[in-house]
């Protein structure tokens, strides 16, 4: 840890933006296990990606906690306009894995997996809508924004409700009878509820592109944060049509139909947004060549920002090649999960590095400080660097 003073400085230094780490992780372990062109030693490799996912959520949430309970700071985290978006997530973490055991474990027909999967979903919806109540509220009574300088990241605490909702459909395929119909029908409003708030806040984040252009470039990896919704809300509502053909005939009677048409529905409306994100996509590809071109991009935590919104596109991309057969879809879903996992792969050889010569937890403690000395009402969102070291 050459560039920290003491090995206390991880401690003081580890941000909520670690957690980061493991939506991408996570994400990647379940691309590849669900590769459209199935192989053996993919799911073998996903595996080994989910075990190495749930050390490294295990060892985030340990030192998060450590960190909160030794500083005493978490107040200041909430009230900052940066750091309290990255809370959501550790929700958005743990629902990777909760994905991947059921993925995993399903063929197995374990017992006790589906009831430790409904435990661990009901856990992330509460974080989930803590995320989505919370720091709303707070952003709009003890943070001070300016258009100019917001960022993606707002988007952040909206998120995880929408991937609840994915994992509930998920969970509800592993159950039966009216358990599952329950799980649906919350996913379906979580949906509701996390995707009206996200498209409200990427039209403000829109307004400021237009105005203001593309952020600094130590914050570009952020533009590809819009993604993450439009992509995880394209493969939610497609996965939850399906269980509700599954289930609503037999445990809603009374609205037999129901099911099928939330089927098509699922299809249509996943498809509408599925485009929506491919703009989003090429959109932000672009902002990042162009960034490039002008300079050299910094590294940073904020890169990890790519990989969760990535690998929602190509699971959506995915589902619609799983539901309609096109070969379009299953070879558009194939290059971006090759490609993802390449990107990942680096990205991860690099944190070593960085984590290694201890500068990205030195940059995150000069946040702490901040926190530490500042009142809420004096924070506001100059830096946009702090969201992601």
Known sequence: MHKLE????????????????????????????????????????????????????????????????????????????????????????????????????????????????????????????LSFIVIPFLVTTHQKHALETVNASLLLPAVPTIVASTGGAIVASVHNGGVATTIVTISYMLWAMGMGVAMLLTIVYLIRLVIHKLPPKEAIATVFIPLGPFGQASYGIQLLGVQAARLFPTE?????????????????????????????????????????????????????????????????????????????????????????ALLWLSIVMVTICYAWTGELFKAASVVRLELQNSEPEDIDSESLEECLE
């Open 6 to 129: 003491s090995r206390s400085d991880i401690i003081r230094g580890f941000s909520p933006a670690w957690f980061i780490t493991t939506m991408g992780t996570g994400i990647v372990s379940i691309l590849l296990y669900n590769f459209p062109y199935h192989s053996r030693e993919l799911q073998y490799l996903s595996w080994g990606i989910s075990l190495i996912n749930l050390v490294l959520f295990i060892a985030c949430c340990v030192l998060f906690s450590w960190r909160i309970a030794k500083h005493r700071d978490f107040y200041g985290i909430l009230v900052h306009p940066q750091q309290s978006m990255l809370l959501g997530a550790i929700p958005m973490g743990l629902c990777t894995l909760v994905v991947s055991l059921v993925w995993t474990l399903k063929p197995y027909n374990l017992a006790w997996m589906p009831p430790l999967a409904l435990v661990l979903w009901c856990i992330d919806v509460v974080m989930s809508l």
């Open 252 to 340: 809603l009677p009374q609205i037999a139909s129901l099911g099928e048409i939330l089927q098509s529905v699922g299809f249509f409306v996943g498809l509408m947004i599925w485009s929506l994100a491919t703009w989003w996509f090429t959109h932000a590809a672009y902002a990042m060549v162009y960034t490039r071109v002008q300079g050299k991009i910094p590294f940073h935590l904020g890169w990890w920002a790519l990989i969760f919104p990535i690998g929602t596109f190509a699971a959506s991309t995915n589902s619609l090649w799983n539901m309609t057969g096109y070969t379009f879809f299953g070879v558009v879903a194939s290059f971006v999960i090759v490609g993802l």
